[in-house]
């Protein structure tokens, strides 16, 4: 049988005009059983069309700050460089994915455009507008946890790694801020922030703020919530 097709939001850098990607997103996926294809940054529609067809799902990447502009609001000094061209290529994905029911997995930004895309707001720097005593932007080696999670009783994420207290990983200095309308808070930090959302209704759209793709191969909740997604992408509900 052949794998499911899981697109890739490619990661940019800006001082080598290039794309790249981590091993570890594309790992955990074959890892689950799906065949990573790193997609072309581009925002050519047509070209974009092409990818969303080619692929069974879309896993939404980590990176650059989300332009503060997308939740109508100036970029402050402590908010980092933004990517036009990332943000305008996942937003035509997103909401295609959303009009037509398409598994998508967000990570890290992922989660956090996910947010923006369906009328949330973030905080463009946790240290200067959400200070806490809970690390967000721990350092190597990135597969150990560093902060607690509370997953919530009767969503989709519950489901998959179960309710209550879970550890995780953390590399981040944005985060949600007001949770969008048409988003569901599956799981929160210790200093109350939004760690995990998903879209009622949807086969699978579903984001979280840490990062499996670094300890899916010594933490199984991290696996499972992967597979949980390539098994969407394989129409399993």
């Not at 800006?14 to 065949?35: F, N, Q």
């Not at 908010?79 to 998508?104: H, I, N, W």
Request: negative net charge.
């Amino acid at each position: 049988m052949l794998k499911k097709i899981v697109g890739l939001i490619p990661l940019y850098d800006d001082e080598k005009d290039s794309y790249w990607m981590l091993p570890g997103y594309m790992k955990v996926l074959e890892a689950c059983g799906a065949l990573p294809v790193m997609l072309p940054l581009t925002i050519d529609t047509d070209e974009l069309d092409d990818c969303f067809r080619l692929c069974d799902g879309i896993l939404m990447t980590g990176g650059h700050d989300v332009d503060p502009k997308l939740y109508g609001e100036h970029a402050k000094a402590t908010c980092g460089t933004a990517c036009s061209s990332r943000d305008q290529m996942e937003t035509y994905l997103f909401k295609k994915a959303l009009e037509e029911d398409k598994p998508v997995f967000g990570i890290c930004r992922g989660v956090q455009l996910m947010n923006v895309l369906l009328g949330g707001t973030l905080y463009q720097d946790l240290p200067t507008e959400h200070p806490s005593e809970t690390e967000h932007h721990m350092t190597p080696p990135y597969d150990k946890p560093i902060h607690k999670v509370d997953v919530v009783s009767g969503t989709k994420l519950s489901d998959i790694i179960g309710a209550g207290e879970h550890a995780v990983n953390s590399y981040h200095h944005q985060a949600i801020k007001e949770l969008a309308p048409g988003a569901e808070a599956m799981a929160y930090s210790e200093d109350g922030l939004v760690e995990a959302i998903s879209v009622p209704g949807k086969s699978f759209l579903v984001g979280v703020q840490w990062h499996p793709e670094f300890a899916f191969e010594s933490d199984p909740e991290c696996k499972k919530l992967v597979q949980a997604f390539v098994d969407a992408c394989n129409g399993k509900k």
